[in-house]
């Protein structure tokens, strides 16, 4: 069974660092690529950014270029997504999504982690 | 504001049928395929429609999708009251060289 398991809420003051993981089980986690999805409080979903295990390949859409980093530890099948610095406005739910289709246009992500929320709040 | 467009809401009695549109532009849906999600409330979505049509192992087949041009159809047939939820499309977008979504439709069993 495929899963992916993310870790629990945080509430962070602003200007806080914060890392937030997502591990994946029942496949070969290598060779799937692991993307990350914003949502904003009664707000639809938002693509940010995407890896590729086997080689931390990593893609970003513009707006989170440089706001996030993307990571991964292949020996715990874990992909990561960190902030240097926290604001106000990153308080959302973030999920994982496996990449299930063999290219990414007309792709899309079929195995969805829980979702982690992130309460920024001085 | 999202890129792809969708009504905010829907709605519709036991046993009807119920579609929602998603409309894009050629540099998305125009271009390749659309795929769709179900987000039950408090939940994370799962992937309900994929390459327009395709349902994953475990949809029913009340679910079915189409897309005409820079549109993208979702329809409910039969509708039932744990079909309440919101429904997201995606496309991938190559303005963006990246995916996008719809704003999501709420759909309300009445």
């Known amino acids: 069974e495929v899963r992916l398991v993310q870790s629990g809420a945080e509430v962070r003051r602003p200007g806080e660092s914060l890392k937030i993981s997502c591990k994946g089980s029942g496949y070969n986690f290598d060779a799937y690529w692991i993307g990350w999805v914003r949502q904003m409080p009664g707000k639809g979903l938002e693509w940010m950014g995407i890896i590729y295990p086997d080689n931390s390949d990593t893609r970003y859409r513009p707006s989170f270029r440089g706001q996030v980093v993307i990571s991964v530890d292949r020996s715990v099948t874990t992909a990561y997504m960190q902030w240097s610095s926290l604001e106000a406005s990153d308080t959302a739910i973030y999920y994982c999504?496996?990449?299930?289709?063999?290219?990414?246009?007309?792709?899309?992500?079929?195995?969805w982690g829980q979702g982690t929320l992130v309460t920024v709040s001085s | 504001q999202s890129v792809l467009t969708q009504p905010p809401s829907a709605s519709g009695t036991p046993g009807q049928r119920v579609t929602i549109s998603c409309f894009g532009s050629?540099?998305?849906?125009?271009?390749?395929?659309v795929n769709w999600y179900q987000q039950l409330p408090g939940t994370a979505p799962k992937l309900l429609i994929y390459?327009?049509?395709l349902r994953p192992s475990g949809v029913p087949d009340r679910f079915s999708g189409s897309k005409s041009g820079t549109s993208g159809f979702l329809v409910i047939s039969g509708l039932q009251s744990e079909d309440e939820a919101d429904y997201s499309c995606t496309a991938w977008d190559d303005s963006l060289d990246g995916w996008v979504f719809g704003g999501g439709t709420k759909l309300t069993v009445l």
């Open positions: 050629s540099s998305n849906i125009g271009s390749t395929d």
């Open positions: 999504a496996r990449f299930g289709a063999p290219s990414f246009r007309g792709g899309y992500f079929d195995f």
């Open positions: 390459s327009n049509s």
